[in-house]
């Protein structure tokens, strides 16, 4: 890892640990462990179902996704999307990203990039997903704009949702721009005669950066086709009811908290947007704190006595969502001989050879 990469992940690092801080500061830790103790953990073991099926049907759409230029069975892509989620609680600078592509890549003898460019697809769809949930959620649940979380001297308010909202929107709508631009052959044209007149530029490296741009677009092509795209989003809205309908049924197992499914989508999409924050792997701290804000901005909890409620419900969902993926990714590490020092050694080096190349 570079030095700048380095310093980078000590300062996402500190991140988490000054918003677990922030997160366990105001709640009694006999408090919090009397919590744990009337949690009915029963209700884990559909929430980890419901979890893992999630994660499946993210196969499914990512299948979707590579329709147009390779057509997977689902369960074939299964272990490649769990080995890249699980890296990615485990490593630092999303290295799960890197590590999805290569294993798919290296399995099936096909460009590193363009199986790339559909986890780039993955995210923009996940970002429109998000917001067009973000807009029905809230139809049918009121959060207070002028909701403050206190934490010592620091305050979480709801116009930081507001903001980070509309950053979401901005970072989706842009990436949305380029992918549709890449696709169209005449603007991708456009783009490779930009790299060719680049003046300090060898003619090897121009070669390069057009032979990344074409395996791209071929990433993107299933966004051509209107029922691709059309059981992309659909598979989309499921993933994320699913997620929210997970907390829901988490809920069941805490005295005092009942969700229904808006208030566990609404819950999913403020830790998500709280989580746009670059953090530690796992986003330990940012998540916890999106949980706290969530459930009292929602009033599910009072803001006095339920702040051990909304950390101990925070931190079991939170663990519950990566101990399984962890556990399955490694599993199927073990099976696809990976290591980590070769996802770190992918991540850590990024150079367009990398992405150009058929990965033995």
Request: proline content about 4%; aromatic content about 14%.
């Amino acid at each position: 890892m570079s030095r700048k990469k380095t310093l980078k992940f000590l300062i996402s690092c500190a991140l988490s640990i000054f918003f677990l801080y922030l997160a366990f500061r105001n709640v009694a830790f006999k408090q919090l462990i009397t919590v744990f103790k009337q949690i009915n953990y029963w209700w884990t073991i559909p929430f980890v179902i419901i979890t893992v099926l999630g994660m499946y049907i993210r196969a499914i759409r990512w299948r979707w996704i590579l329709k147009s230029r390779y057509n997977y069975p689902s369960y074939h892509l299964f272990p490649s999307l769990m080995i890249g989620f699980a890296l990615n609680s485990l490593l630092p600078l999303r290295a799960g990203e890197f590590a999805r592509p290569f294993v798919l890549s290296r399995r099936e003898k096909i460009p590193y990039s363009t199986v790339f460019a559909t986890v780039v697809v993955e995210r923009i769809v996940d970002g429109l997903t998000l917001l067009i949930c973000f807009l029905i959620v809230f139809l049918f649940v009121k959060i207070d704009p002028k909701a403050e979380l206190p934490f010592g001297k620091y305050v979480i308010t709801g116009e930081m949702l507001t903001s980070l909202t509309k950053k979401l929107s901005m970072i989706t709508f842009i990436l949305l721009v380029g992918v549709i631009t890449i696709i169209v052959d005449k603007t991708r044209r456009i783009y490779e005669l930009c790299i060719e007149r680049i003046p300090l530029l060898s003619q090897g490296i121009k070669e390069k950066l057009i032979h990344i741009l074409e395996h791209f677009s071929h990433g993107f092509h299933s966004l051509k086709n209107f029922k691709y795209v059309l059981m992309i989003m659909l598979y989309s809205l499921v993933i994320w009811a699913l997620v929210g309908f997970s907390l829901q049924v988490m809920s069941w197992g805490f005295n005092d908290l009942s969700l229904n499914f808006f208030h566990g989508m609404a819950v999913t999409i403020i830790i998500c947007i709280a989580i746009m924050i670059p953090a530690a792997p796992g986003y330990w701290g940012l998540y916890e704190c999106g949980g706290i804000f969530a459930l009292m901005a929602l009033g599910l909890i009072s803001q006095e006595k339920g702040q051990a409620t909304a950390l101990s419900f925070s931190l079991v969902i939170h663990t519950l969502q990566i101990v399984p993926i962890v556990i399955i990714g490694i599993f199927y590490m073990w099976k696809e001989n990976i290591s980590l020092k070769q996802i770190e050694d992918l991540s850590a080096d990024q150079e367009p050879s990398l992405e150009t190349r058929d990965l033995p």
